[in-house]
């Protein structure tokens, strides 16, 4: 039983370039969060899909950033034209879609992005 | 708005030292849930526990604690006898969405001293 898969584990992108970030959730999970961890700080939220829909985006930057989890495939958060500052961890968390609050939501193991 | 603190930003004990990491929650809802989870070196998150609102009762799962008081809206936790591999960033965290929309606080990294 796989847990949340996320890759790459490391991308190193120039500045200017994309990012794209996937995530495969837990067999059966058909909800997606995507949350940012700074270096030294804890982790923001960012957005909550199910699938092929965008149910809550409030974390994500207004312009580069786009996240979608289409009917078949992972999940992809894409970062257009990475700037510096968009050098994070990046995770992924999957739940189930019944009683949401009875279980916790399984993190994958991050995409660390570095932008030179 | 909600709001996780977690004062201690980091800790040093020396192994078989208990330690208590704090942690103060702010939400204005009457139902929401607290989590802890621990982030090693290597860098995943590992759940640690999930309590809700309703449930005051105390919880230990072996060598780890968790005191919930809603008077205080503190849920701290408690490492007993720690460990070299208890040595992480501890993070605790908020959800008051009904869905799993995590407030996390700052952390606090914890290093046991062999």
């Known amino acids: 039983n796989a847990g949340v898969m996320q890759n790459p584990r490391h991308l190193v992108r120039r500045r200017g370039q994309e990012a794209r970030l996937r995530c495969s959730p837990m067999?059966?999970?058909?909800?997606v969060y995507w949350y940012r961890q700074l270096p030294e700080e804890g982790l923001k939220f960012m957005v909550y899909?199910?699938?092929?829909?965008?149910?809550?985006e409030s974390g994500m930057p207004k312009e580069r950033f786009s996240a979608e989890f289409p009917k078949e495939g992972p999940s992809i958060l894409r970062i257009q034209q990475v700037v510096r500052g968009d050098s994070a961890a990046y995770f992924c968390?999957?739940?189930?879609?019944?009683?949401?609050?009875?279980?916790?939501?399984?993190f994958g193991q991050g995409t660390r992005l570095t932008v030179v | 708005a909600q709001k996780v603190t977690q004062a201690q930003t980091e800790i040093s004990v020396v192994e078989k030292e208990d330690v208590t990491l704090d942690c103060v929650y702010e939400?204005?809802?009457?139902?929401?849930?607290l989590f802890w989870y621990k982030q090693p070196p290597s860098g995943e998150l590992v759940f640690l526990i999930r309590?809700?609102?309703?449930?005051?009762q105390n919880e230990i799962s072996g060598r780890y604690s968790w005191n919930f008081q809603k008077s205080t809206s503190s849920f701290n936790f408690t490492i007993t006898a720690s460990q070299v591999v208890d040595s992480a960033v501890y993070f605790c965290?908020?959800?008051?969405?009904?869905?799993?929309?995590?407030?996390f606080g700052t952390g606090t990294k914890l290093q046991v001293i062999p």
């Open positions: 968390a999957s739940s189930p879609p019944a009683g949401l609050m009875n279980t916790e939501a399984f």
């Open positions: 067999k059966g999970h058909s909800h």
């Open positions: 899909l199910q699938k092929e829909n965008i149910i809550d």
């Open positions: 939400t204005r809802d009457t139902t929401y849930y």
């Open positions: 309590r809700n609102s309703f449930d005051e």
């Open positions: 965290a908020l959800s008051a969405e009904g869905y799993q929309k995590v407030t």
